[in-house]
């Protein structure tokens, strides 16, 4: 009998342990740190002018990783301004979210490279399925090449000199020395995203020539700041990533400046550089991809995408992006405009 | 008389021998406390990581918020909502269908070479990878059954990709049953049915809730075969279980681990606080549960 109890008791008073831990975890009241010093640049906060009131229903949206802050961003302001309209927001990647795209599941894809018309999951897929997509580019992301701040011989790249670095051939045990003459005899540490990625995608396609096609002798994560500490952590170490990675770790990485070959010599990626473009060939645009019978005939959708177009400039930049062109900006409002009829 | 052997000579001449075995002994006992060691090590590691960087965030607007961008604000109601409803319906679901399974493969199906072909297989199955079963999840449930991304879609891939724990504890537990108990059930008269119901099923209830929980656990753990199943990352709303978006606790750290902002990494901190207090609770609740029902268990 006492033994019973004891046994009683004791799972109470691990319950007992627990609800106390629960409650004084939840009662720990202590604000953010950081939270007031967060950089949220003033303009974005200002609430976006409302849109047309009493709209209802369910805008799904799937695609990039890389786009979704911006759309995550689009879709709280959005829901603030429709409290009617729900816009779930999810991320199985470019590819898987073109599969779900072109079957009707999702109402708009983000996609951080073009949709790829030949292929069975994607531009086949949505003909055969009579989707009709359009494409719209919201941001530029300026994919950045690091390496460690105790690096003292690189400050430029060719993209010859990348490829060597990066390109299908690279050996495995590639020197510093190889790659120009007068750095030193090295190994170079490679970090780079995983394939699944359309970093990698875009990357290997403006670098390598050929979408894919890259070392295997790099280290490679799908998550960007595993990245970004291998680099931080060893001296001959480079690897690239989305700009807003090495915007929010400029103390522990080195951006380089990239030649593109096109007679503009070194240049530093920065919000201007990527911005009009200067900063090639790894610039890389953003776009969404909307329905566009779909939105014909569902007014929420319709005014989901015009919100994002309208807003697209001040909240990419919030979460680490840059914006667009005004004049380009202004092509992607014509475009949809042209599209819905309206 | 001639010569007599002095006890302490006797103790002598063990000596060499017994100082190698005690001191094998030592060392085997100190290389399990290395063990044990480790492993504790580890987990105070990753728990003052995750506590040290999480409690800042975690206060009750962190509960009760919906995901922003904005990390002071930023929460995981809809979330945490989602995470709740999956494990009840993943409970629901897979708990009969598990231990039923079992108690065919252990009372009912006999010890024929099929059984002991099913049985390796489901042991099999525990091993697949889980992206596999989020790919199966979106051709049968989501597509062909039609329920569409919403959370019952999601329980039941999570579902099949736990039955097979549940199963193989289920049987474990089935079997350490002493075949006395069975037999005693028959002689006083009872029927196959009423034998297992009455004498097998209570006996071995600690057993098998002990292997629910770990699969429960593992289920809120579970991120890449809901990803695959259309679970949303941004959800502000309170998730329906029929019907409409979704997301759960998991998705949502993977989500902000992955920001390069290192705000967001102290919400995905807390985030992983959450989930380990959800799965304390289970744990606990597995524990009361075991010892109220071993309370009758007299063998």
Redesign the interface.
């Known amino acids: 009998m006492t033994i ?1 109890h004891r ?2 008791l ?3 008073a ?2 007992a342990t ?1 609800a106390v ?2 409650c004084s ?2 009662g ?9 010093a ?1 950089d ?1 640049p003033g303009g974005a ?1 200002e609430a976006p002018a409302s849109q047309a009131a009493n709209l209802s229903g ?1 805008v ?1 949206i ?1 695609g990039s ?1 890389t786009v ?2 911006i ?3 689009v ?2 302001e959005f ?1 603030i301004a429709n409290s009617g309209v ?7 990647g470019t590819g ?1 979210g073109f599969k ?1 795209f072109c ?1 009707g ?1 999702t109402d708009m894809n983000d996609a951080s490279r073009p949709i790829k018309e030949d292929d069975e999951g994607e531009g086949l897929a949505c003909k055969a399925a009579g989707i009709e997509w359009i494409k719209l580019q919201v941001a530029i992301d300026g994919l950045t090449v690091v390496v460690n701040p105790a690096n003292d011989f690189a400050t430029c790249l060719t993209v010859a000199e990348l490829s060597t670095i990066y390109g299908p051939d690279s050996p495995a045990d590639l020197l510093w020395s190889q790659v120009r003459d007068g750095f030193p005899a090295e190994k170079v540490e490679r970090y780079m995203p995983g394939a699944d990625s359309g970093t990698f995608d875009y990357f290997t396609e403006e670098i390598n020539g050929e979408t894919d096609a890259a070392t295997q002798f790099a280290t490679q994560s ?4 595993t990245l970004v500490t291998g680099v931080a952590g060893s001296k001959y170490a480079i690897g690239f990533f ?1 700009y ?2 090495y ?3 400029t103390d522990k990485l080195k951006a380089l400046e990239i030649d593109g070959g096109e007679g503009g010599g070194c240049v530093a990626p920065t919000e201007a550089t990527i911005n009009d473009n200067s900063y090639a060939p790894l610039s890389r645009p953003l776009f969404i991809y909307p329905d566009v019978a779909k939105a014909k005939t569902r007014p929420e959708l319709k005014a989901f995408v015009d919100f994002y177009l309208e807003n697209t400039t001040a909240l990419s930049a ?3 992006y840059v914006a667009l062109p005004d004049a380009l900006l202004q092509e992607q409002k014509d475009t949809w405009a042209a599209a819905v009829g309206g | 008389m001639g010569t007599a052997v002095t006890p302490a000579a006797q103790a002598g001449r063990w000596e060499p021998a017994l100082m190698r075995r005690r001191l094998s002994g030592t060392l085997f006992y100190g290389a399990c406390l290395a063990a044990i060691a480790l492993l504790l090590l580890t987990l105070i590691l990753l728990l003052w990581d995750v506590l040290s960087q999480g ?6 607007g962190f ?1 009760t918020g919906g ?6 604000i930023a929460g995981i109601f809809p979330a945490l909502i989602g995470s709740l409803e999956m494990s009840v319906l993943v409970g629901i679901m897979a708990f009969p269908t598990g231990v039923a399974a079992a108690i065919y493969l252990t009372e009912y199906a006999g010890a024929s070479r099929l059984t002991s072909m099913l049985r390796t297989n489901i042991s099999n199955l525990s091993g697949v990878p889980s992206v596999i079963y989020g790919i199966l999840g979106l051709a049968l449930f ?2 062909i059954a039609g329920f ?2 919403t959370v019952i879609s999601g329980a039941l891939t999570v579902t099949l990709l736990i039955l097979p724990v549940v199963i193989i504890a289920s049987i474990e537990a089935i079997k350490a049953v002493p075949d006395a108990q069975r037999e005693g059930a028959y002689a006083l008269g009872a029927s196959r049915w009423q034998m297992v119901r009455q004498a097998v099923l209570p006996a071995a209830a600690p057993g098998i809730m002990t292997g629910i929980i770990l699969a429960m656990a593992r289920a809120i753990g579970e991120t890449a075969p809901l ?2 199943v ?8 309170v998730p329906q279980p029929f019907s ?4 759960v606790l998991p998705i949502q750290v993977y ?1 902000w ?7 967001f ?2 919400l995905a901190a807390a985030a992983i ?1 959450v989930i380990l ?1 959800l799965m ?2 289970l744990n ?2 597995a ?2 549960v ?3 029902l ?2 009758h268990i007299q063998w």
């Open positions: 019973k046994k009683r004791g799972a109470l691990l319950l627990i831990g629960a975890g939840g720990a009241t202590s604000a953010p740190s950081s939270g007031g967060s949220a906060s369910t799904t799937d990783s979704f802050p759309t995550q961003a879709a709280e829901q729900q816009v779930p927001v999810a991320f199985s898987g779900k079957m599941e799908e998550d960007d700041n989305g807003a990675y915007v929010e770790n919030e979460v680490g | 409690l800042p965030w975690l206060d009750t509960l995901p922003s961008r904005k990390t002071e989501v597509r569409g991304f990803i695959l259309g679970a949303f990352t941004f959800v502000t709303f409409g978006g979704y997301t989500d681990a992955t920001r390069p902002q290192a705000d990494h102290g606080i207090v304390l609770i606990a609740l524990l009361f075991r010892a109220r071993s309370r």
